[in-house]
């Protein structure tokens, strides 16, 4: 299995709503991803996890929170969020190792905060 | 932050031609860099990287050139083909970082048949 899946690959949110975005790898990959990417723009980082333990949140507004249960699956836990966060949500996990490594995207969530 | 960006927001090639997508970078200190093909709806693709001990890097069809002297990157796709109209994407990662990885702002290339 050489693929990120993403679920659900669309939804639609109010802005009281709590929601969850899920991601999973079975390529044995320790490292995972969380990205926001709005229209025509590139992918932004949002959080990093390394074998299970958040490594790098940049910044992200309390309002997402992500999970790593285990080191297949990562969560993105979303609660009153704003129109503005209206965007493709997209995940990625790669191999840790001594350098960077070629980081492998799932297809992403189409988020619509109404 | 540093910046990772592209000369061309857009490329229109014939079918057939050659295309080059540029990509120039600031931080000095990055030492991984990697090319991304998005098709519209889909996740970035990969299709290339290059670690900065090298200066060119074959794939099918595609070659990668970093010029780290002035901080250059380019992507070569020979013989475009329909299929290859999408958005591309250069980041960069290293530094001290070996997760974060810094996107341009993307090239648009559209192949005419």
């Known amino acids: 299995d050489t693929e990120v899946t993403q679920t659900p690959k669309h939804l639609v949110m109010g802005m009281t709503n709590k929601k969850s975005l899920k991601c999973e790898q079975h390529?044995?990959?320790?490292?995972m991803y969380w990205y926001k990417q709005k229209a025509k723009k590139p992918p932004e980082l949002m959080f990093v996890?390394?074998?299970?333990?958040?490594?790098i949140n940049e910044s992200v507004p309390s309002r997402f929170s992500p999970e790593c249960p285990n080191s297949s699956l990562l969560n993105l836990h979303l609660h009153a969020l704003q129109p503005e966060d209206s965007a493709l949500y997209l995940c990625?996990?790669?191999?840790?190792?001594?350098?960077?490594?070629?980081?492998?995207f799932g297809p992403g969530t189409r988020l619509t905060v109404l | 932050g540093e910046s990772v960006g592209l000369h061309l927001p857009t490329l229109s090639v014939q079918e057939g031609d050659n295309s080059i997508i540029n990509c120039a970078y600031s931080n000095s200190a990055s030492d991984y860099f990697i090319w991304y093909k998005q098709e519209s709806g889909k996740g970035p693709q990969f299709i290339i990287d290059i670690r900065s001990n090298m200066d060119k890097r074959q794939g099918q069809r595609v070659t990668v050139l970093l010029n780290k002297t002035v901080k250059h990157l380019s992507l070569q796709i020979a013989a475009t083909q329909p299929g290859d109209s999408a958005v591309y994407f250069c980041?960069?990662?290293?530094?001290?970082?070996?997760?974060?990885?810094?996107f341009g702002k993307g090239t648009l290339l559209t192949v005419n048949p």
């Open positions: 390529m044995g990959h320790r490292a």
């Open positions: 996890y390394s074998y299970e333990k958040l490594s």
């Open positions: 990625a996990s790669s191999l840790p190792g001594q350098g960077p490594n070629e980081q492998f």
């Open positions: 980041a960069e990662s290293g530094g001290g970082s070996n997760y974060k990885l810094t």
